[in-house]
């Protein structure tokens, strides 16, 4: 079955430090990626995507991922991170163009002033 | 911010009445979907649909009911409200062709049922 991992609930960062969010997906092919990023009281916003090509890509609010085809995962990353990321963040993969979105279980991040 | 709005934003409502969540788009998106989320917590789809006249059923469908008449408009249906109803939910629209497919969400409506 296709399925989406997040594996840690809760992530803790100090302000200024890197921070890495981790998704590993179990998806057959060459699956489209995508991060979601949802504010306290907030809609979710798509921070970034990887549909093919360089394996590192860019996205909002100067985040990035790594895709890992070997290790099937996705891992979001931030060089420095601020307090204001602190949120739900969303791993997200689609088989193909005509199948439906998987969502990971979301990964809390919080930034320590 | 994206263009995709949903009505209420909040509903308290009894148990037993039928309710429509409204969300329409002005993107000209093909694909919507229907999520439901309880606060902090994972999404659950409930319905999606590739274009007009095209309804899938997602994880949570079997107490509501969708319809897809115009690119721009996607309902979501509660025939009988029940307080294990009351969540969030959110909707959402895509581009299904190129190479968009990332998905705008709307801002949500806060579902309680007493």
């Known amino acids: 079955a296709q399925s989406v991992a997040q594996p840690e609930d809760q992530v803790n960062v100090a302000e200024g430090n890197p921070l890495t969010v981790k998704c590993t997906y179990s998806?057959?092919?060459?699956?489209?990626l995508f991060w979601y990023v949802q504010y306290p009281n907030r809609g979710l916003q798509f921070l970034l995507k990887?549909?093919?090509?360089?394996?590192l890509v860019k996205g909002s609010y100067g985040f990035e991922a790594e895709f890992n085809k070997s290790q099937t995962s996705f891992h979001l990353k931030k060089p420095s991170a601020l307090v204001s990321d602190s949120a739900l963040y969303f791993c997200a993969v689609m088989k193909t163009s005509y199948d439906k979105v998987i969502f990971g279980p979301g990964t809390s991040l919080s930034v320590i002033p | 911010e994206a263009d995709i709005y949903q009505t209420p934003r909040y509903l308290v409502i009894g148990t037993g009445k039928k309710i429509t969540l409204e969300c329409s788009q002005t993107?000209?998106?093909?694909?919507m979907y229907w999520y439901q989320q309880d606060p902090g917590m994972e999404l659950h789809l409930i319905h999606y649909s590739y274009g007009v006249n095209s309804t899938e059923k997602g994880d949570l469908s079997s107490e509501s009911t969708v319809s897809r008449i115009r690119t721009e408009h996607f309902p979501l249906t509660l025939e009988s409200a029940r307080p294990s109803h009351t969540s969030q939910y959110l909707c959402?629209?895509?581009?299904?062709?190129?190479?968009?497919?990332?998905?705008?969400f709307g801002p949500g409506t806060r579902l309680t049922v007493t």
């Open positions: 959402a629209s895509s581009l299904g062709w190129s190479v968009s497919h990332e998905q705008y």
């Open positions: 998806v057959s092919g060459n699956p489209y």
């Open positions: 990887y549909i093919t090509g360089d394996n």
């Open positions: 993107m000209g998106h093909d694909k």
